[in-house]
């Protein structure tokens, strides 16, 4: 089973001025096959840093990613990513943008033509297959992110901050939809939020990450995912430790911000 | 004088035609619900679409000015124009006792194009002969002239007097006016003056139109554009030294596309070649493609390999930085995106990075082709065996402006025909340029 070891990362921003920022400091993570996982932190934690050494977009300066007891050293198939927006290739459609994964190994696009299809009519853009992608709404958009990450049928999905840029209905919407194809594939997510309620929604496992250096602050395990999974999301926000959860987490990283806010600049 | 008159009427025509407009068709001038407060947003280019009624009126004034200030046939308003026909003056003939006489002088304003018209049984025109006078009585004898309008004639009047000048009969007045050397008069039609040394001179009244020498009338140029299609210039139809222009430009863009776009998206990809190239594009950049035709007419002589050597690096430089800047401006979520979907580095070229450069390219060959299409004419203009420069500038040694002007009307029209052509290919093959 694919396991996601992040063992004992570090990374460190060498600045042209000669100073450094200290990104992540020995973060290691064991993430499950299959596990759901948000994380949370104030602006600039790390989190970002974090889920581009995962995809193997940057080298750790210290420490080692090992998906299925292989070592990671660059980005490939086996880790899917849904990037906040600006990823989609406007001079393909739709279809073509979900197929470009399938296409890339060589598959046929008779051959891919079933699944690019199906995933499609999963993310409810079944009627704008042929589209230009600059006809689509935000959320569409989106969509086909999601869709194209999927077809490609990677081990563990990242995404950063996927559904930031949406309005709070269609983001509701795009919760819901993550949640059922996340119990309907079984990988394994890594999720990066701004948002405490969609960290607790879609998080099987939250994870609070503190600033300077970024780190691991704090770990929850939490039952509303599950809980979410064919549900009326609105029903589990009524969950009498959702409230509870929700403050104490808010709480934390409003004092971390203020930390950050009371601290002078120092890149040292 | 007439550059003001010009800039005047051009004004109001501007200003009338919106204020008159705006009144007759309110319509259509008034901008309704949230239009009219988008150019509150000043500089929002989606607030600001051209009116076409203005394009329109636009292009009829230049065209009634142009009219306006020739000796045009079309029936439209025009300024005074200059004389025609004959004209009469006399002068006072004083000799060294204190006698005097007067004598009439008839002069025959005739049209200073005459030998380019043509009457109705296709002959060219003629100068006129001069009028037919009496000599009249007296020492001083009636004279006649020809002038052509726009000239300037001096006359002797003492040819057929009984005193000549050396006898002492000198030019006192002009229509019973004193005058002396030097000084002039004004009659209707024209100016009559006496030179430093005492000889009468006339210059027929100009009026505020230019002469066909200098701006032949629309009518004119049309003819003449005809013409050139029935006989061609300088041993070439008009549509080979088009065509040839057309094809050095098309021959130079693509040369240099061809080089310079890989040698941009080289620059874009390897630090070796960024390196390699910078210090050659950066100082090539800034020579104007002008000055590189003497160059090469010294290594190519004027044939065809000098102007297409030329035009490829007018455009050379600018596809290689439109190639370059085309990588450079990928966004690295794209690049990033297609790592992680399984595509390898060539594929990440073909897929992404090239068709991602495909806007910036387009917005390099409309300035590509603009500069190409303006230097062929420059280079064409210095040394050429065909091509509308070459027209032009041997039309312009005989004083042939109307061929110089179907030159100009061509090469303009012909560089909005490209512009819109690219526009076209650009909108088919590039959709999605400026909506994401
Ligand atoms: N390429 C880089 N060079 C230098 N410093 C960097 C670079 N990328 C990130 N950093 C620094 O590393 C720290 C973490 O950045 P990161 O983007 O991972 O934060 P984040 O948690 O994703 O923030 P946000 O929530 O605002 O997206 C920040 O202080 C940032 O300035
Ligand atoms: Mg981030």
């Known amino acids: 089973m694919s396991e996601l070891l ?21 973060v290691s993570l064991d993430i499950k096959s299959g596990e759901l996982m948000s994380v949370l932190g104030p602006s600039g934690c790390g989190k970002t840093t974090l889920l581009n050494i995962v995809a193997g977009f940057l080298a750790p300066t210290e420490g080692n990613i090992i998906l299925n007891d292989k070592k990671v050293i660059g980005p490939s198939a086996d880790r899917g990513m849904v990037f906040q927006q600006g990823a989609l290739f406007e001079w393909m459609t739709v279809r073509e943008n979900v197929s470009f994964g399938p296409d890339m190994k060589g598959v046929s696009r008779a051959e891919s033509k079933e699944n690019v299809e199906h995933l499609l009519e999963v993310v409810g853009l079944g009627d704008f297959k042929e589209k230009a992608i600059y006809e689509l709404s935000g959320g569409m958009q989106q969509r086909v992110a999601l869709a194209r990450c999927l077809a490609n049928d ?24 993550v949640l059922d194809l996340w119990r309907e594939t079984g990988k394994t997510i890594i999720l990066i939020t701004h948002s405490v309620e969609e960290a607790l929604l879609l998080g099987e496992r939250l994870l609070v990450m503190a600033p300077r250096p970024g780190r691991v602050h704090k770990e929850y395990r939490l039952p509303f995912a599950d809980l979410g999974v064919g549900n009326d999301l609105r029903e589990v926000k009524k969950h009498k430790d959702y409230a509870s959860t929700r403050e104490e987490i808010l709480e934390m990283i409003w004092s971390m911000e203020e930390e950050i806010m009371g601290r002078t600049e120092d890149a040292s | 004088m007439s550059g003001f008159i010009i800039f005047a ?15 007759l068709l309110s319509k259509y001038f008034q901008r309704e619900g949230f239009n009219s407060l988008k150019t509150v947003t000043f500089g929002d280019e989606s607030a600001v679409k051209a009116n076409r009624i203005a394009s329109i009126i636009s292009v009829a004034t230049v065209f009634w000015l142009w009219v306006a200030f020739t000796n045009s046939a079309i029936p439209l308003p025009k300024l005074p124009g200059p004389f025609q026909g004959d004209a009469t003056f006399t002068y006072t003939a004083t000799l060294e006792d204190g006698t005097s006489d007067d004598a009439t002088v008839t002069v025959r304003v ?27 009585d007296g020492f001083a004898k009636n004279d006649t002239l020809t002038a052509a309008r726009y000239s300037f004639k001096v006359l002797n009047v003492w040819s057929n007097d009984e005193v000549s000048k050396k006898g002492g009969s000198t030019v006192t007045a002009i229509n019973g006016i004193p005058i002396a050397p030097g000084e002039k008069i004004d009659i209707p039609e024209g100016t009559v003056g006496l030179t430093d040394k005492g000889t009468p001179t006339f210059a027929p009244a100009t009026g505020l139109r230019m002469a066909r020498l200098y701006l032949p009338a629309p009518e004119v140029v049309m003819e003449r554009f005809i013409r050139l299609n029935k006989e061609g210039y300088q041993g070439f139809t008009l549509w080979e030294h088009t065509w040839k222009s057309v094809s050095r430009v098309l021959w130079g863009f693509l040369l240099g ?3 310079g ?47 297409v050597i030329l035009l490829f690096l007018a455009a050379l430089w600018i596809m290689i930085i439109a190639a370059r800047s085309g990588v450079s401006g990928v966004a690295i979520a794209k690049v990033h995106a297609a790592y992680s979907l399984g595509a390898s580095k060539w594929q990440i070229l073909s897929k992404v990075i090239v068709p991602n450069s495909l806007p910036e390219i387009f917005t390099g060959a409309r300035v590509a082709m603009g500069v190409c299409w303006g230097t062929v004419v420059a280079a064409e203009l210095v040394a ?21 002007l179907v030159g100009i009307i061509l090469i303009g029209v012909i560089g909005f025909l490209i512009d819109v052509g690219v526009r076209a290919l650009e909108t088919w093959l590039v959709p999605w340029k400026g909506k994401v």
């Open chain 1, 6 to 26: 992040i063992d004992n990362v570090s990374m460190r921003f060498e600045l042209p001025n000669g100073g450094h920022v200290q990104a992540l400091q020995n």
């Open chain 2, 110 to 136: 005739y049209r200073e194009d005459i030998q380019q018209t043509v009457d109705a049984e296709g002959n060219p025109g003629r100068e006129p002969d001069a009028p037919e006078v009496e000599p009249g």
């Open chain 1, 154 to 177: 990677p081990d563990v999905i990242l995404m950063d901050e996927p559904l930031g840029a949406l309005d709070a209905l269609t983001r509701e919407k795009m919760q819901g939809l």
């Open chain 2, 257 to 259: 596309s061809l080089i």
């Open chain 2, 261 to 307: 776009i890989p040698l941009g998206y080289a620059m874009g990809l390897t630090n070796w070649s960024r390196g390699w190239f910078d210090p050659i594009v950066e100082f090539m950049r800034p020579v104007p493609p002008l000055a590189l035709i003497p160059l090469m007419i010294i290594w190519f002589g004027i044939g065809e390999v000098s102007k």
């Open chain 2, 9 to 23: 009427l051009y004004l109001v025509a501007f200003f009338g035609s919106y204020l008159v407009l705006s009144r």
């Open chain 2, 384 to 404: 050429a065996e065909v091509g509308l420069g070459k027209m032009i500038v041997v039309a312009s040694k005989f004083q042939l402006t109307d061929i110089v």
